[in-house]
Antibody, heavy 123, light 105 residues
Framework: EMQLAQSVAEVKKPGESLKISCQGS????????IGWVRQRPGRELEWMGI????????RDSPSFGGRVTISADKSLNTVYLHWTFLMASDSGIYYC????????????????WGQGTLVTVSS | IQMTQSPSIVSASVGDRVTITCRAS??????LAWYQQKPGKAPKLLIY???QLETGVPSRFTGSGYGTEFTLTISSLQPDDIATYYC?????????FGGGTKVEI
């Protein structure tokens, strides 16, 4: 069974750094695009970016202006989302998302979601 | 591409037919997905490429449309269908989601 297991909730102060993780299992981790979607209360779901673990080819959403970095360690079947400088507006639930069925020539939809990691940034 | 869902809330009875609409600001061909999110849970894929039912999803869920207008229909609402439903276009980067439709009984 395909699964995505995310790291636990985090409480941070503005200006701090943070790396959250997501471990995939039950499928060929290196050979499927895996990424992140943010959900903030009362706001739309926001796609942040996606990575192909085999070669670390990464596609980022311009909406996040380079404030986050997505990386993957295929030896650990794990993808990461990293901030160097958190802001209060980064508070939200971050979902790890897997794309295994996207047709060639299109962008991505997500057939598996992790359980979510709640990030709270507050002074 | 902006995705607009309507209505934002729908109240219906068990057994009712429920229809949710999703409109795209530009044509996205067939490249539209629908997700179901129950309270406190992650979204779950229901339908992709407008009308393809994800494995294990009940057949009372159907999707249709093309271009800029799409619908998700629940043919006979069940208590387990209480959730918020989101559409998502995957025609162009960045992929974008609708604002959600909450289905209540």
């Amino acid at each position: 069974e395909m699964q995505l297991a995310q790291s636990v909730a985090e409480v941070k102060k503005p200006g701090e750094s943070l790396k959250i993780s997501c471990q995939g299992s039950g499928y060929s981790f290196s050979n499927h695009w895996i990424g992140w979607v943010r959900q903030r209360p009362g706001r739309e779901l926001e796609w942040m970016g996606i990575i192909y673990p085999d070669d670390s080819d990464t596609r980022d959403s311009p909406s996040f202006g380079g404030r986050v970095t997505i990386s993957a360690d295929k030896s650990l079947n794990t993808v990461y989302l990293h901030w160097t400088f958190l802001m209060a507006s980064d508070s939200g639930i971050y979902y790890c998302v897997l794309s295994t069925k996207t047709p060639a020539g299109t962008e991505y939809f997500f057939d598996l979601w992790g359980q979510g990691t709640l990030v709270t940034v507050s002074s | 591409i902006q995705m607009t869902q309507s209505p934002s809330i729908v109240s219906a009875s068990v057994g009712d037919r429920v229809t949710i609409t999703c409109r795209a600001s530009q044509r996205v061909r067939y490249w539209l997905a629908w997700y179901q999110q129950k309270p406190g849970k992650a979204p779950k894929l229901l339908i992709y490429s407008t009308s393809q039912l994800e494995t294990g999803v009940p057949s009372r869920f159907t999707g249709s449309g093309y271009g800029t207008e799409f619908t998700l229909t629940i043919s006979s609402l069940q208590p387990d269908d209480i959730a918020t439903y989101y559409c998502q276009q995957f025609h162009s980067a960045p992929v974008t989601f609708g604002g959600g439709t909450k289905v209540e009984i």
